[in-house]
């Protein structure tokens, strides 16, 4: 959860150290700093293999944490994971640029941030942050080119073999960690044609964008780590929280690979020495890195709908018991989905405490408060603006509907077919929701986004030119 690492009493710091993955180290005063790094000497876009490069630990003067680092305010983007909802995030993007100029409009983000699905997306707008409008049209044509036969690929009998055998120990220059339920070749290499990190490691060390960070789940501890790749004078005080780690190395293939890597569906990737897992498993929405990094200002995109009617179940459904499809994706939501209602409101009571300690505490004494902050969580506390869009409509139901309506077409095998049927049937289709890599299907969520931004294009427009 956001401040959950916040609120904890007495927490051991974490510090970077080149080559390893990040280890408990002695309290410091004025808490754990990571500074952006040195020009990048190579290209990540076609050696990836080379990710998980070293990681930088240096002190760096105290920084005010104002906005920028000293500098105007920063907006940060945040998305969260959810599989192919992650279309939702491209349409909100999408209507927020066309409520502010259309495809010529500048990039309002200065930080971006994601976890699984949103690491693609987060990584994305860093590669393209120096575009008139991002080249979303860019994007947009990745998410609507899918073809599902193709990234739904399923390899049964390796998955099973391996379930009674066991997974044999990985070699050093071995990637990915076992034999996933889905062959991960066809989404690889779709996000590296659609992602230019070459581009994306220029636009962060020449400042187009301040910050990435990408969330991801270390398979050897169960810790959340943070990697970040960081504009040079860059600061960012990471959580003191031992349930967290964090990285500060270019951000490659590997990472967002990682990020994305949902537990049985997809291996665990390599990076470096270790190997990671989907990210949304414990930081579904990365709201404090970005916080922690200086930003005033958050852009945060939900896929979750939220049923604001709370209907009871009606007593034909709760004299059936759920099926298996259904009882997948309730599982899977209760895994990946982070309860960012409770975040937000955490961060608004945060902010009501700002404003009364600016407005009633004298100058010394709100110094003294904010250093002792610092000390027991790494950063101080400031009022942060937010702008939150959550889907309108269900994803999960309008998936079912889509299913109905075009099952037939899809070239999948008979264990898949009745699979999809089951979860057409129930009206009600989470779990497809993680699996549906379709174009037409990834263009209704699309549009279902660019619809909700634009219903708000004032509120957008107020947001982003205050």
Same mark, same amino acid.
């Given at each position: 959860?956001?401040?959950?690492?916040?609120?904890?009493?007495?927490?051991?710091?974490?510090?970077?150290?080149?080559?390893?993955?990040?280890?408990?180290?002695? @309290?410091?005063?004025?808490?754990?700093? @990571? !500074?952006?790094?040195?020009?990048?000497?190579?290209?990540?876009?076609?050696?990836?293999?080379?990710?998980?490069?070293?990681?930088?630990?240096?002190?760096?003067?105290?920084?005010?944490?104002?906005?920028?680092?000293?500098?105007?305010?920063?907006?940060? =983007?945040?998305?969260?994971?959810?599989?192919?909802?992650?279309?939702?995030?491209?349409?909100?993007?999408?209507?927020?640029?066309?409520?502010?100029?259309?495809?010529?409009?500048?990039?309002?983000?200065?930080?971006?941030?994601?976890?699984?699905?949103?690491?693609?997306?987060?990584?994305?707008?860093?590669?393209?942050?120096?575009?008139?409008?991002?080249?979303?049209?860019?994007?947009?044509?990745?998410? +609507?080119?899918?073809? &599902?036969? !193709?990234?739904?690929?399923?390899?049964?009998?390796?998955? &099973?073999?391996?379930?009674?055998?066991?997974?044999?120990?990985?070699?050093?220059?071995?990637?990915?960690?076992?034999?996933?339920?889905?062959?991960?070749?066809?989404?690889?290499? =779709?996000?590296?044609?659609?992602?230019?990190?070459?581009?994306?490691?220029?636009?962060?060390?020449?400042?187009?964008?301040?910050?990435?960070?990408?969330?991801?789940?270390?398979?050897?501890?169960?810790?959340?780590?943070?990697?970040?790749?960081?504009?040079?004078?860059?600061?960012?005080?990471?959580?003191?929280?031992?349930? /967290?780690?964090?990285?500060?190395?270019?951000?490659?293939?590997?990472?967002?690979?990682?990020? +994305?890597?949902?537990?049985?569906?997809?291996?665990? /990737? !390599?990076?470096?020495?270790? &190997?990671?897992?989907?990210?949304?498993?414990?930081?579904?929405?990365?709201?404090?890195?970005?916080?922690?990094?200086?930003?005033?200002?958050?852009?945060?995109?939900?896929?979750?709908?939220?049923?604001?009617?709370?209907?009871?179940?009606?007593?034909? +459904?709760?004299?059936?018991?759920?099926?298996?499809?259904? =009882?997948?994706?309730?599982?899977?939501?209760?895994?990946?989905?982070?309860?960012?209602?409770?975040?937000?409101?955490?961060?608004?009571?945060?902010?009501?405490?700002?404003?009364?300690?600016?407005?009633?505490?004298?100058?010394?004494?709100?110094?003294?408060?904010? @250093?002792?902050?610092?000390? /027991?969580?790494?950063?101080?506390?400031?009022?942060?603006?937010?702008?939150?869009?959550?889907?309108?409509?269900?994803?999960?139901?309008?998936?079912?509907?889509?299913?109905?309506?075009?099952?037939? !077409?899809?070239?999948?095998?008979?264990?898949?077919?009745?699979?999809?049927?089951?979860?057409?049937?129930?009206?009600?289709?989470?779990?497809?929701?993680?699996?549906?890599?379709?174009?037409?299907?990834?263009?209704?969520?699309?549009?279902?986004?660019?619809?909700?931004?634009?219903?708000?294009?004032?509120?957008?427009?107020?947001?982003?030119?205050?």
């Amino acid at each position: 959860m956001l401040l959950e690492d916040d609120l904890k009493a007495e927490p051991v710091p974490t510090t970077i150290q080149r080559g390893d993955t990040p280890q408990p180290a002695e @309290q410091r005063g004025d808490g754990p700093e @990571q !500074r952006g790094p040195a020009p990048p000497q190579q290209s990540s876009a076609g050696a990836h293999h080379k990710s998980g490069g070293d990681r930088h630990h240096e002190s760096a003067p105290k920084s005010s944490h104002r906005g920028s680092q000293g500098g105007e305010a920063m907006t940060g =983007l945040v998305l969260s994971g959810g599989g192919v909802r992650g279309a939702y995030e491209v349409g909100i993007i999408a209507g927020m640029l066309e409520a502010l100029g259309g495809s010529h409009a500048p990039n309002p983000f200065q930080i971006a941030a994601g976890a699984s699905v949103g690491a693609i997306n987060a990584t994305f707008v860093a590669a393209n942050a120096h575009a008139p409008g991002l080249n979303l049209d860019s994007l947009i044509s990745s998410w +609507t080119g899918m073809d &599902f036969a !193709r990234i739904f690929s399923p390899q049964l009998l390796s998955f &099973f073999r391996q379930l009674f055998r066991g997974t044999a120990l990985p070699g050093k220059d071995e990637q990915q960690l076992g034999t996933s339920l889905l062959n991960p070749a066809p989404l690889e290499a =779709l996000v590296q044609e659609t992602i230019d990190f070459e581009r994306l490691h220029e636009n962060v060390h020449g400042g187009v964008l301040k910050g990435l960070f990408i969330a991801a789940l270390q398979v050897a501890t169960g810790k959340t780590t943070i990697f970040s790749e960081l504009a040079p004078g860059m600061i960012y005080r990471h959580s003191k929280d031992p349930r /967290r780690a964090a990285a500060l190395e270019l951000v490659t293939l590997d990472h967002v690979l990682a990020s +994305t890597a949902i537990p049985l569906l997809f291996p665990a /990737r !390599r990076v470096g020495s270790e &190997f990671y897992c989907d990210g949304g498993l414990r930081l579904n929405t990365p709201i404090a890195p970005v916080i922690r990094a200086g930003a005033e200002r958050l852009v945060i995109v939900s896929t979750t709908y939220v049923d604001r009617q709370s209907l009871p179940p009606s007593p034909e +459904t709760l004299a059936t018991y759920p099926s298996l499809a259904f =009882l997948t994706g309730k599982v899977l939501n209760a895994l990946l989905v982070d309860p960012l209602a409770y975040d937000l409101q955490i961060l608004a009571r945060i902010n009501d405490l700002v404003d009364i300690h600016q407005r009633g505490l004298q100058p010394q004494i709100g110094r003294d408060l904010q @250093q002792r902050m610092i000390r /027991r969580r790494g950063a101080s506390y400031r009022h942060i603006e937010t702008l939150v869009f959550v889907p309108s409509q269900d994803i999960a139901r309008l998936a079912a509907q889509y299913l109905k309506d075009n099952l037939r !077409r899809f070239d999948i095998g008979l264990v898949a077919r009745r699979l999809l049927r089951s979860a057409a049937e129930e009206g009600n289709a989470d779990w497809a929701t993680y699996l549906l890599f379709d174009g037409g299907f990834a263009q209704q969520v699309i549009e279902l986004g660019r619809r909700d931004a634009l219903r708000r294009r004032d509120e957008i427009r107020a947001f982003c030119h205050a």
